[in-house]
């Protein structure tokens, strides 16, 4: 949800006036969107990074042992993450439509991906539906970590890193594609 509204962010400006004195700037709009990706990837890595500090003060949760391979998973998926953020803020015409929009797809894409139930627990059905979703690939790479015990170098580990890295990478060139198509529409 923080990533959307970064991205959403996106839509303020534009309504404030703000967008369009960027694009007076000597900024080009590959510029402009790569700053808010880069914001928002900030973001979604601190939040990542709370939480499992979280988990380690409350519930011992020993994540120096896995370091590496958590730090790897954690930028993976926040990258995953803020681009979807990036492209829902992309087509959406107001920060309304935006929150609508996202209170949807980020309740389902929780709910099939694992986030609320382990995907292991859900009808067969789901479980292929689950594949469709960015959490799911996410919390795949953290049960690998903490739970399956696999290496940094285990191919179904890295697998998992690649699926997060192509996901990232369609929903960025789709959300520049959007932005550059609609956002920029400035009357």
């Known amino acids: 949800f923080a990533v959307v509204g970064m991205g959403a962010s996106l839509l303020d400006e534009k309504q404030e006036g703000t967008l369009k004195k960027l694009l007076y700037s000597p900024l080009n709009t590959h510029q402009i969107l790569f700053g808010k990706m880069i914001s928002s ?3 979604s890595c601190l939040t990542l990074v709370v939480m499992f500090v979280y988990a380690r003060i409350a519930f011992g949760l020993d994540i120096t042992a896995h370091l590496l391979s958590l730090s790897l998973a954690i930028l993976f ?3 995953a993450c803020s681009s979807f953020g990036m492209l829902i803020a992309s087509f959406a015409k107001s920060r309304q439509q935006v929150q609508g929009m996202s209170t949807l797809i980020v309740l389902v894409m929780s709910c099939l991906g694992g986030s609320m139930i382990p995907s ?3 009808p067969f059905f789901m479980r292929q539906l689950s594949v469709f979703t960015v959490n799911y690939w996410g919390i795949q790479s953290f049960y690998d970590i903490f739970w399956r015990r696999l290496s940094i170098t285990d191919p179904t ?8 890295f192509l996901i990232g990478t369609l929903l960025n ?3 520049v594609f959007l932005f550059k198509r609609n956002a920029l529409k400035i009357a």
């Open 157 to 164: 580990f890295l697998t998992r890193l690649l699926v997060l």
């Open 173 to 175: 060139t789709l959300a």
């Open 77 to 79: 998926t926040a990258y």
């Open 120 to 122: 292991f627990a859900m």
């Open 41 to 43: 990837n900030i973001i």
